[in-house]
């Protein structure tokens, strides 16, 4: 049994590395970190200009570690979750057009273990774009910010805001490659109302019982 498992998760992890390795030697991947880049410049604005990262009834936030990684995480969590599905969306598609597909299919990995390694290597693509996002906003801190750099509060901020996100995302990536109605073009225009829904049923979900029932099916994490 220890052999048995020890090749499992051999294979899984094969899997995770060679999406991961495919993933981020794509000319898009290098697009995705620029933008990144552009992204933190303009969510930590001078304030020399007159704007600021965060305002509340005519006063704005002091921009330290936690009011900069909580506006910047908000934003991020709503644009990785309009446009992660689109980076993600073809690792299997991928398999078949390149015949990688048949390869795998003739050695002794199961069902289980290729979806497995397949959704894993979705989480570590969009975390690795998460991390690359708290880098640059973290360099941005020390150019603009009022207050010392404080990692572990970005860092936190970001997996409590963004981790969900990025779980359901990649779960959703490969939902609709595997389920034939969903695949395709059909699934990249019925993802976006999928997500508009997530978002809007989170946003009207009351309180029954005292308890916020919108923070827990709240994907983007802005509630």
């Known amino acids: 049994m220890p052999e048995r498992n020890d090749g499992r998760w051999a294979r899984i992890f094969a899997g995770v ?20 880049c552009v992204l ?16 509340v009834n005519n006063h704005r936030v002091l921009n330290n570690s936690a009011a900069i990684a909580l506006a910047t995480a908000g934003l991020f969590s709503t644009l ?3 446009l992660g599905f689109y ?10 057009t390149t015949r990688t597909g048949f390869v795998i299919a003739a050695m002794p990995v199961r069902n289980i273990e290729y979806l497995t390694g397949k959704f894993l290597g979705n989480v570590a693509f969009l975390g690795l774009v998460m991390f690359g996002c708290v880098l640059n906003v973290m360099g941005m801190h020390l150019l603009r910010a009022e207050a010392p750099l404080e990692p572990l ?24 490659e595997c389920a034939r109605p969903l695949s395709g073009r059909v699934g990249d225009v019925l993802y976006l109302f999928v997500w ?10 009351g309180r029954v019982g005292g308890v916020a029932w919108g923070s827990f099916v709240g994907v983007a994490g802005l509630v």
């Open 80 to 82: 990785l979750g309009m």
């Open 153 to 176: 509060v970005y860092i936190g901020t970001y997996l409590a805001m963004t981790g969900p996100a990025i779980l359901v995302i990649a779960a959703l990536a490969l939902l609709f």
């Open 40 to 55: 933190a410049y303009m969510l930590v604005p001078d304030l020399r200009t007159g704007r600021t990262v965060m305002q």
């Open 196 to 205: 508009v829904l997530m978002v809007g049923v989170a946003a009207g979900a």
């Open 17 to 36: 590395r060679a999406a991961g390795l495919i993933r981020v030697r794509r000319p898009s991947s290098i697009v995705v970190f620029l933008l990144l």
């Open 87 to 96: 980076l993600i969306s073809n690792t299997v598609r991928r398999d078949i």
